[in-house]
């Protein structure tokens, strides 16, 4: 298989920061075409701080600022301050858990990358060949 079709995802349920090989790793992956992902990112510190320290490919955004988003100008701004952040990161945005018209809305409003959710289709299986 081709690396550069392989995306590392990283889940932020524990500090980056307490895997001191880590970045060294990240690197040596990247040398060989693998892009890295940011999961659960979210709009506090501790999100923010794992962005600056992995500096990932691709930004995957939290469904927990993506609820209910098209009802609260609040959660819109970290959604653009977010983007700002890709963009001087050279990162996209995948916003996860798009479920109504009215938050893809603002995804497109706001020039969100990629988006995935109940709303586009539901999870299912891929059919895979056997060799």
Do not use: C
């Amino acid at each position: 298989m081709d690396p550069s079709q392989l995306v590392l995802e990283i889940t932020e349920w524990e500090s980056v920061h307490q895997f001191p090989q880590l970045k060294e790793n990240l690197k040596k992956l990247r040398r060989k075409g693998i892009r890295i992902a940011l999961d659960d990112t979210r709009a506090g510190y501790a999100s923010l701080n794992s962005i600056s320290f992995v500096l990932p490919d691709i930004i995957k955004v939290d469904r927990s600022l993506i609820s209910d988003i098209n009802g609260n100008k609040l959660k819109e701004s970290m959604l653009q301050g977010l983007l700002h952040i890709a963009k001087e990161a050279n990162a996209l945005v995948v916003a996860e858990g798009i479920e109504t018209a009215e938050e893809a809305s603002v995804m497109e409003r706001n020039g969100v990358h990629m988006v995935q959710g109940f709303f586009y289709a539901r999870p299912s299986l891929i059919p895979v060949s056997v060799f």
